[in-house]
């Protein structure tokens, strides 16, 4: 009986961090919708409440690289649940707030929670899964990601209009309370492992995250100036933690996993790919609105349809995997997610609705398929030792690669816009799509380097 109760709570654990995933990236991307209203609350302008989301996501890239030494510190368990708690807690004070600085304060809590709870969720996750089942347990912990920032601004919308911006904050306090509780339940115990705390690691690795961050946040502000010094200050002292990484004793963050072929094919390439797919939530409802004409409602329905190509292709991944292995999935799908960009690109205004949206839905399915066999990928041959590393590393550089999608995107707007295209004109939206396309493209060179049998242990694959 003890075995059983055992087994359905290690079943529970994806479902639980899935959870606690969903609702840190849809509390992070229903509230883009709300800042009007926001702001007549507060009384300010809704451009400057721009500093509350940056100092979200500021926070949350600071605080990412200090997960792994918490959670060898206290327990996975601990920090996940404590991660909860503060995220949950700082929710409350978000909707509380009654000024624009309490709730900038309110955020950058929220964002330390947020920066604990995804690596260390992850990390529970791949701990506590066996090798053979690490399919379907990535697939479970990946939609979240995938699906919250197709749906998160519609629906913070529809909560706005209905009850107030307010509960877009508030709805996730019997969630939190309720994942708290499940955490205790189903996560076990694990023993610490104490190791000295990295203080200069910690300074330098906050510092250049920040700036990278706030880099890539400062060209959708037209400062381009600033955004190239902050990359470039970002830059040198990542170079410069890179090497403090390699030669202190304990070092904050353990680079080893880097040495894994498998772990830095998914860092290399990887990183293209979800580049190119951290574009598509900015550039297309852009896209249809600005110059399809589309009413913020139509082109958010049509969005849908991304969501449903995601939740489409869930419950395949893992035999699509199985069968075809994990080079000749991330080679073959990373092509037609490629096509796909390309497909987006040849949309037009009189392009019937039905249309728009089975690309959108294949798009979606191609979206789902990369993110899940990459995710798999990143930690099939990592030892459990170095899992703790491994996840901390894989969560600072999907953060950045995230806020450079948009960013880039930004940029080749821009570039199309220098180039003597009106902003609104559909021929700066193709420039944009079609060179994510090519980036996405350029990502499938790296996975052709991988052996036929890369991953074999964890998706089941007989190489024939």
């Known amino acids: 009986m003890s075995d059983r109760i055992a087994e359905r709570r290690a079943r529970a654990v994806p479902w639980l961090v899935a959870a606690a995933f969903f609702m840190e990236n849809l509390d992070a991307t229903a509230i883009t919708t709300s800042l009007p209203q926001m702001a007549h609350s507060f009384g300010t302008r809704p451009e400057h409440l721009s500093i509350g989301l940056s100092a979200y996501l500021v926070s949350l890239a600071a605080f990412i690289p200090a997960s792994g030494w918490l959670a060898d510190r206290y327990g996975p368990r601990r920090v996940f649940a404590a991660a909860i708690a503060v995220f949950t807690l700082a929710s409350v004070l978000c909707a509380l707030s009654g000024s624009l600085t309490a709730f900038t304060l309110a955020r950058i809590l929220q964002g330390m929670g947020g920066a604990l709870m995804v690596p260390v969720g992850r990390l529970v996750v791949l701990r506590g899964t066996p090798k053979a089942q690490l399919v379907r347990a990535i697939a ?25 911006w307010h509960w877009i904050f508030l709805v996730n306090v019997p969630l939190g309370v309720l994942l708290l509780a499940a955490a205790f339940i189903v996560i076990p115990a694990a023993g610490a492992q104490p190791r000295p705390f990295d ?16 880099g890539v946040e400062l060209p959708g502000q037209g400062q381009w100036a600033a955004a190239a010094l902050a990359l470039a200050a970002g830059g040198a002292l990542l170079w410069w933690c890179m090497r403090h990484f390699r030669r202190a004793p304990a070092p904050l963050m353990d680079l080893r996993p880097l040495r894994i072929d498998t772990f830095a ?13 951290g574009s598509t939530p900015f550039l297309l409802p852009l896209m249809l609105q600005l110059s399809f004409g589309l009413s913020g409602t139509t082109a958010g329905m049509l969005l849908l349809w991304l969501f449903a190509g995601n939740l489409a292709m869930k419950p395949g991944t893992g035999w699509i995997m199985r069968r075809f292995g994990l080079r000749s999935v991330l080679a073959w799908n990373g092509a037609l997610l490629a096509a796909s960009f390309g497909a987006c690109a040849l949309l037009r205004p009189e392009t019937p609705v039905a249309a728009m949206g089975a690309v959108l839905f294949a798009c979606g399915m191609f979206r789902s398929m990369q993110f899940t066999a990459l995710n798999t990928l990143a930690f099939a041959n990592v030892p459990a030792p170095q899992m703790s590393g491994a996840s901390t590393l894989f969560s600072v550089l999907a953060q950045v690669t995230t806020g450079l999608g948009i960013a880039g995107g930004a940029l080749l707007l821009k570039v199309g816009e220098m180039a003597g295209w009106a902003s609104t004109d559909a021929a700066v939206f193709r420039l944009a799509l079609v060179a994510m396309g090519c980036l996405a493209l350029a990502a499938v060179l790296d996975s052709l380097r991988l052996p036929a049998d890369a991953g074999a242990q964890v998706s089941g694959h007989v190489v024939k």
């Open 140 to 164: 479970t912990i990946t939609w979240p990601g995938l699906a919250a920032p197709i749906i998160g601004p519609a629906l913070g919308g529809f909560i706005t209009a209905h009850w107030g």
């Open 199 to 214: 203080l200069p690691g910690f300074v330098a690795s906050a510092l250049a995250c920040t700036l990278l961050m706030v």
């Open 265 to 277: 094919v998914t860092i290399r390439g990887g990183s293209l790919s979800r580049i190119a797919i």
